[in-house]
């Protein structure tokens, strides 16, 4: 008796395809070298250390009075915020009328290992803010934070309330204790004091272990699948190597910073509690008063939304909005949900304000 | 070595040779202690990656069955596999016990490049060039320089203001 195997044969067909798209890809898709990460056009207008200050150049006539500077997150580049320009956090809010700045802190190296909290807050944040101010006239500006950029943008806003009018808090790292990623669980045992004193910064390849264990499955089988299924879609390639790129380009973080990061907010949780301390200066949300819109992503697995609503119910201020999206940490900032959804809302609450 | 007659034997290049050939062995045995823990926390770790793994493959096997024979099938297996070992390796990454032994891997692991470093400035030193914590010293006053620098520029512009 002979046995038969059926093997449907659209399935054999999808298999060929995909085995095609796999030896093409070579020849249809860019090396990263060739990608330029530069989308929107720009002017550098303060360099201090690694830092540098970006002013976005204007599209539209009319411009919003107060500028908004963008305190992006020390993990990876500022790039993601301006990825491409169907999905530029940047484009969208330039199209809205408002002026931007970023900040990019760079990339340090051994001999940036002493820079500390107090560097970042009120070193090179304090800095561009009052650049911002001169060259814009104004006497307050508008401040966003992203991930852990809000964290130190939280703590400058609480040392320097008179330089900020409006602030805004994307996926803010606050509460360590109620994060419920698996990042805060690493976090939480580290010996940090160990590593610094050993290794100086805190090195890139440990920020791509981390990312590693986020999802492993998802994110390193299923996402490359897709990409090899869609290799003739030329639009999807070129959004799916620009996040490639932007992942791949994790900076280290100053040792000094990087410890009193981990020991701060994930180990004692001393910034919810109003107990910690920058530059010697006491660092208490209560002191916040301006408007506040915090963004919290409910699908955010780097920064859990437990880890970052808790900022929207202690800071002092009379005039504040939470907002949570159905996606992620990245899909807040980069997706078709955040040009469609997210900006619009900050904006309008931003045009309210500036 | 302050006698006279070792003094005479050790004088030269042969005694620092001789004190660095030391250094340098007492840290090769002491890598050689930091390796047994090391290798005791990437065990405990690869048993529980293996452990977690044996457990998903175990529920997607009972799964299986329950996936259609249509064209479809091969996305819903990977669907179905993809989710359950998501969820399990997210759940172990989670844990204490995961998050403890993670921490010890990494701590035993940063005590053999230690260990590395001291040779390294053994040999530095030896050269006559400047050693890890002789090159941090001098960041170090690098960077109270430069903080001193900024908060002098910065009273000065109050005063220039006033």
């Given at each position: 008796?002979?046995?038969?195997?059926?093997?449907?044969?659209?399935?054999?067909?999808?298999?060929?395809?995909?085995?095609?798209?796999?030896?093409?890809?070579?020849?249809?898709?860019?090396?990263?070298?060739?990608?330029?990460?530069?989308?929107?056009?720009?002017?550098?207008?303060?360099?201090?250390d690694k830092?540098?200050?970006?002013?976005?150049?204007?599209?539209?006539?009319?411009?919003?009075?107060?500028?908004?500077?963008?305190?992006?997150?020390?993990?990876?580049?500022?790039?993601?915020?301006?990825?491409?320009?169907?999905?530029?956090?940047?484009?969208?809010?330039?199209?809205?009328?408002?002026?931007?700045?970023?900040?990019?802190?760079?990339?340090p190296t051994s001999m940036d290992k002493y820079l500390d909290?107090?560097d970042?807050?009120?070193?090179?944040?304090?800095?561009?803010?009052?650049?911002?101010?001169?060259?814009?006239?104004?006497?307050?500006?508008?401040?966003?934070?992203?991930?852990?950029?809000?964290?130190?943008?939280?703590?400058?806003?609480?040392?320097?309330?008179?330089?900020?009018?409006?602030?805004?808090?994307?996926?803010?790292?606050?509460?360590?204790?109620?994060?419920?990623?698996?990042?805060?669980?690493?976090?939480?045992?580290?010996?940090?004091?160990?590593?610094v004193e050993?290794?100086g910064n805190?090195?890139?390849?440990?920020?791509?272990?981390?990312?590693?264990?986020?999802?492993?499955?998802?994110?390193?089988?299923?996402?490359?699948?897709?990409?090899?299924?869609?290799?003739?879609?030329?639009?999807?390639?070129?959004?799916?190597?620009?996040?490639?790129?932007?992942?791949?380009?994790?900076?280290?973080?100053p040792g000094e910073?990087?410890?009193?990061?981990?020991?701060?907010?994930?180990?004692?949780?001393?910034?919810?509690?109003?107990?910690?301390?920058?530059?010697?200066?006491?660092?208490?949300?209560?002191?916040?008063?301006?408007?506040?819109?915090?963004?919290?992503?409910?699908?955010?697995?780097?920064?859990?939304?437990?880890?970052?609503?808790?900022?929207?119910?202690?800071?002092?201020?009379?005039?504040?909005?939470?907002?949570?999206?159905?996606?992620?940490?990245?899909?807040?900032?980069?997706?078709?949900?955040?040009?469609?959804?997210?900006?619009?809302?900050?904006?309008?609450?931003?045009?309210?304000?500036? | 070595?302050?006698?006279?007659?070792?003094?005479?034997?050790?004088?030269?290049?042969?005694?620092?040779?001789?004190?660095?050939?030391?250094?340098?062995?007492?840290?090769?045995?002491?890598?050689?202690?930091?390796?047994?823990?090391?290798?005791?926390?990437?065990?405990?770790?690869?048993?529980?990656?293996?452990?977690?793994?044996?457990?998903?493959?175990?529920?997607?096997?009972?799964?299986?069955?329950?996936?259609?024979?249509?064209?479809?099938?091969?996305?819903?297996?990977?669907?179905?596999?993809?989710?359950?070992?998501?969820?399990?390796?997210?759940?172990?990454?989670?844990?204490?016990?995961?998050?403890?032994?993670?921490?010890?891997?990494?701590?035993?692991?940063?005590?053999?490049?230690?260990?590395?470093n001291?040779?390294s400035n053994?040999?530095l030193q030896?050269a006559n060039l400047p050693s890890k914590e002789e090159i941090d010293e001098v960041y170090k006053e690098l960077h109270s320089l430069k903080k001193r620098v900024?908060?002098?520029?910065?009273?000065?512009?109050?005063?220039?203001?006033?």
């Amino acid at each position: 008796m002979k046995s038969e195997s059926k093997i449907d044969p659209r399935i054999l067909e999808e298999i060929l395809k995909f085995s095609r798209n796999v030896i093409d890809a070579p020849k249809l898709v860019s090396a990263p070298d060739e990608i330029s990460m530069e989308v929107t056009p720009h002017d550098i207008v303060q360099e201090i250390d690694k830092t540098r200050l970006l002013h976005y150049r204007s599209l539209t006539e009319k411009q919003h009075k107060t500028p908004l500077l963008i305190s992006y997150a020390l993990i990876n580049r500022y790039h993601i915020l301006d990825i491409q320009p169907e999905k530029s956090w940047v484009r969208n809010l330039l199209l809205q009328g408002f002026d931007i700045y970023m900040l990019d802190w760079g990339s340090p190296t051994s001999m940036d290992k002493y820079l500390d909290f107090d560097d970042y807050v009120n070193g090179y944040l304090d800095s561009s803010v009052e650049f911002i101010k001169n060259e814009s006239s104004s006497e307050k500006i508008s401040l966003q934070g992203y991930c852990t950029g809000a964290t130190i943008a939280t703590a400058y806003i609480t040392l320097h309330p008179e330089s900020v009018k409006n602030y805004v808090a994307t996926a803010p790292v606050i509460d360590g204790w109620r994060d419920t990623t698996v990042i805060s669980n690493l976090a939480k045992h580290m010996d940090v004091d160990k590593m610094v004193e050993i290794v100086g910064n805190m090195p890139p390849e440990f920020m791509y272990y981390c990312f590693s264990v986020l999802k492993p499955f998802e994110q390193g089988i299923e996402k490359y699948v897709n990409f090899f299924k869609n290799i003739d879609n030329k639009k999807f390639v070129d959004s799916f190597l620009r996040v490639e790129k932007w992942l791949g380009d994790t900076p280290p973080i100053p040792g000094e910073l990087f410890k009193q990061w981990i020991k701060d907010i994930y180990q004692d949780n001393l910034l919810i509690q109003n107990k910690m301390f920058v530059g010697g200066s006491h660092i208490d949300l209560k002191k916040i008063t301006m408007p506040i819109f915090t963004q919290v992503a409910v699908g955010d697995h780097l920064v859990s939304p437990e880890c970052s609503m808790p900022l929207h119910y202690a800071v002092g201020s009379e005039d504040k909005t939470l907002r949570m999206y159905p996606t992620g940490h990245v899909g807040m900032i980069a997706s078709s949900l955040s040009q469609t959804k997210v900006l619009p809302e900050l904006g309008k609450w931003l045009a309210e304000r500036s | 070595m302050s006698s006279k007659p070792q003094a005479l034997a050790s004088v030269g290049p042969m005694r620092a040779f001789a004190s660095n050939a030391k250094k340098i062995s007492t840290e090769l045995i002491e890598i050689n202690e930091s390796l047994i823990g090391f290798n005791q926390f990437v065990t405990e770790y690869y048993k529980q990656l293996a452990e977690t793994w044996n457990v998903a493959q175990k529920k997607v096997n009972l799964k299986v069955p329950d996936v259609p024979h249509d064209v479809e099938q091969i996305d819903s297996f990977k669907r179905i596999w993809i989710d359950i070992f998501d969820n399990d390796f997210t759940e172990l990454f989670d844990s204490v016990k995961f998050g403890e032994n993670y921490g010890k891997l990494v701590s035993k692991e940063l005590e053999l490049t230690k260990h590395w470093n001291n040779i390294s400035n053994v040999i530095l030193q030896s050269a006559n060039l400047p050693s890890k914590e002789e090159i941090d010293e001098v960041y170090k006053e690098l960077h109270s320089l430069k903080k001193r620098v900024t908060k002098l520029e910065i009273e000065l512009k109050k005063v220039n203001k006033k």
